[in-house]
C-alpha cells in the first residue's frame, strides 16, 4: 500500500543551489509490506555494491532500543556532507559550502529549513541527515585536537530509503520530496518494493576472519600505558578530576571485505545501534549497545549511559550472581553515578525548568552475552528552532566518553593521550526533518580508512582503579572487534583474564 501525505513547506534543493528556498509543498510515499527476508539480505541486495551507503542496524531490538533499522544511499540530489573541525568549514561533496560555522548550527539550520510531518506506520525517520561525528567535532566541550585521517564529521542526506520494524516485521519504502520530484520518487519506491517483495533468499555467510591472528599495532605500549594512569591519578588526587575516560588506538591492515567483517560482527555480537557506514575510502563498522541522545518529534530527549558490563555465564545460578555483584560492585556504581550527575547537568541546560529527570537509576539489562549497568535521564527540550540538533550538539561529546567536570576532563585527556581519537567516542545515528534525532556512543567501533583500521578501546579511570586491571579490560574490549579483522591485540597474552586470542565480550564498562 502506498500511502500520500502533504505539508505546507519549503522545497529543498542540494545545498549549493540551496540559497533562496521559497515555500512549497511536500509529498510522501511510503510502500509497506511483510519482512520476509533478513536486514542483512536487503542491504545486501540493494545497497552492497555502492561506495555512498548507510545501515543504521538494529540488529537485536532490546529495552526500548533498536525497534526501526535504516538503509539507503543518496539519490541525485542527496549530498553528502563532510566538517572539518579545525577549518570550521562544511563541505558538500568536496566543495566548501559553509565557513566559520558550527557544525551542529549547520545541520540545525538545513533540518528547519524544511520540517516534515511524522510518516505514518510510526516511522521515526523521515528524511535528513545520517552519518557519524567524530570526538573531534566541536559540540557543548570542544576538543582540541581534530581526526588526522579524515573529516570529523560525514553525514548523507536522504530522501529515499528503507526502513525495516523488527517489532511489527514489516519493511517500508519511503521517499519524502517536493513536488517536482514526486513521480521520480514514486516510481522509485515502486521499483524498490518490487525487488523487496522478490527477494526471497538469504544471502551466503560472510567470508569467515582469517583464523591465524596477527598481533595489532598499539598507539601506546605497556609501559606508556602505566605511566600515563600515574598521570591520571595524579589529577585525580589534586581533584582536576573526579573519573577521566583514557583511550587509546589499535591499527591494523585490511584483509577482505569490510562488509563481511561486519556481517561477521553483527552476527556474534548483535547490538540494538549497529551501523555500516560507506563514506567512499571510509568504512564505519559498530556495534555499540549504547544510546547518547534520543529525540522525539515531540521534543522528549533520552540519553542512556553504560557504565559497567559482566561477561554472563551459562550456568543460571552462577549468572543470576553475576548480574546482582555488577549492581552492587561500589566502583561501578560510583563510575556510574558520575557520569548521570554530568548528563542531568547537560540535559538540564537545555530542557524546561523541571522537566529532567533520571527515568532509571543503575538498573542491570540483560543481553545475550551481557549483563551492563544502564541509567536513563529524560527531559523536555526548550521550543526552539531544530531542537534536536542543538540538543546533540549540547551534549557533545558523550559524558561516558569523557569523564567529569566534562570540560576540564576532556581538556586533560586531550593532552595526554597518544593520537586524536578521530570517529571513536563519538556518534552515529540521523537527525530527521520531522524533528526527532537517534544517535549512539561510538564504543565497539572499528574504522576502515582504505586498507587500514582503527579500533578504540578504553575505560573510565576513578582513585579506586588499578592500572594493571585496567589494561587488562581494554584489552578484553578490543578482542572481539579485532578479530572480526583476523587480529589480536598485542599484550593479549598479558591479560590477567588469559586471553589467548579468541574474540573476548567487554567487561567493567560500556568504552
Not at 556532507?81 to 566548501?96: F, H, K, L, M, P
Not at 588506538?249 to 556474534?268: C, K, W
Not at 543470576?320 to 556510574?336: G, M
Not at 586491571?469 to 591479560?495: C, N, R, W
Request: charge should be negative; aromatic fraction near 8%.
Amino acid at each position: 500500500m502506498i500511502v500520500a501525505a502533504w505539508a505546507s513547506q519549503r522545497a529543498w534543493r542540494p545545498l549549493m543551489a540551496d540559497r533562496n528556498p521559497r515555500s512549497e509543498p511536500w509529498e510522501n510515499r511510503v510502500d509497506s509490506q511483510p519482512l520476509r527476508v533478513s536486514s542483512e539480505a536487503l542491504f545486501q541486495e540493494l545497497y552492497s555494491d555502492l561506495d555512498e551507503a548507510v545501515w543504521l542496524d538494529s540488529a537485536r531490538a532490546s529495552y526500548g532500543m533498536g525497534r526501526f533499522s535504516i538503509m539507503g544511499a543518496p539519490g541525485e540530489d542527496d549530498p553528502h556532507i563532510s566538517y572539518s573541525a579545525d577549518r570550521r568549514e562544511v563541505s558538500e561533496c568536496g566543495t566548501v559550502v559553509a565557513r566559520e560555522i558550527n557544525l551542529w548550527s549547520w545541520l540545525a539550520d538545513r533540518i528547519d529549513r524544511n520540517p516534515t510531518p511524522p510518516l505514518p506506520y510510526e516511522i521515526p525517520f523521515a528524511g535528513g541527515f545520517v552519518g557519524y561525528a567524530g570526538y573531534g567535532t566541536d559540540g557543548g566541550v570542544p576538543v582540541p585536537r581534530s581526526d588526522p585521517h579524515g573529516p570529523d564529521a560525514e553525514f548523507i542526506h536522504l530522501s529515499r530509503y528503507v526502513v525495516i520494524d523488527h517489532e511489527k516485521l514489516c519493511v517500508h519504502v519511503v521517499a519524502v520530496v517536493p513536488p517536482t520530484m514526486v513521480a521520480g520518487a514514486t516510481a522509485w519506491v515502486a521499483a524498490i518494493a518490487a525487488r523487496i517483495a522478490d527477494l526471497c533468499a538469504e544471502p551466503a555467510p560472510p567470508a569467515a576472519a582469517p583464523t591465524s591472528l596477527l598481533p595489532a599495532r598499539m598507539s601506546v605500549d605497556r609501559d606508556r600505558y602505566l605511566a600515563d594512569l600515574v598521570v591520571v591519578r595524579e589529577w585525580l588526587l589534586a581533584g582536576d578530576s573526579y573519573e577521566a575516560c583514557y583511550t587509546y588506538q589499535l591499527t591494523g591492515e585490511l584483509d577482505g571485505s569490510p562488509l563481511d567483517a561486519y556481517r561477521r560482527l553483527r552476527r556474534n555480537n548483535p547490538a540494538p545501534y549497529g551501523a555500516y557506514l560507506c563514506f567512499g575510502v571510509r568504512r564505519v563498522l559498530s556495534c555499540s549497545p549504547e544510546r547518547f541522545l534520543q529525540v522525539t518529534s515531540a521534543d522528549w530527549a533520552e540519553t542512556k549511559p553504560i557504565k559497567g558490563t559482566a561477561r554472563r555465564s551459562v550456568d543460571p545460578d552462577q549468572d543470576v550472581a553475576i548480574a546482582k555483584a555488577l549492581a552492587l560492585d561500589p566502583k561501578t556504581r560510583s563510575e556510574n553515578l558520575m557520569i548521570v550527575d554530568l548528563v542531568r547537568n547537560d540535559l538540564g541546560l537545555i530542557c524546561a525548568p523541571g522537566t529532567v529527570k533520571v527515568a532509571k537509576l543503575m538498573a542491570v539489562e540483560t543481553y545475550a552475552t551481557v549483563h551492563q549497568l544502564v541509567s536513563s535521564v529524560t527531559g523536555k527540550l526548550e521550543p526552539r528552532s531544530g531542537a534536536a540538533v542543538h540538543a546533540a550538539g549540547a551534549l557533545f561529546p558523550g559524558g561516558s566518553m569523557t569523564g567529569a567536570p566534562k570540560l576540564r576532563t576532556v581538556a586533560l585527556l586531550d593532552g595526554l593521550e597518544a593520537t586524536p581519537r578521530g570517529v571513536y567516542s563519538g556518534c552515529i545515528g540521523y537527525v530527521s526533518r520531522c524533528g526527532s534525532a537517534d544517535f549512539s556512543v561510538v564504543i565497539r567501533t572499528a574504522i576502515v580508512d582504505g586498507s587500514t583500521i582503527r579500533i578504540g578501546t578504553g575505560g573510565a579511570i576513578t582513585v579506586d582503579s588499578d592500572a594493571e586491571a585496567e589494561l587488562d579490560e581494554t584489552i578484553v574490549k578490543a578482542q572481539a572487534m579485532l578479530a572480526a579483522f583476523g587480529y589480536v591485540h598485542p599484550l593479549s597474552g598479558h591479560a590477567g583474564s588469559a586471553i589467548t586470542g579468541r574474540a573476548a565480550l567487554p567487561s567493567e564498562d560500556g568504552t
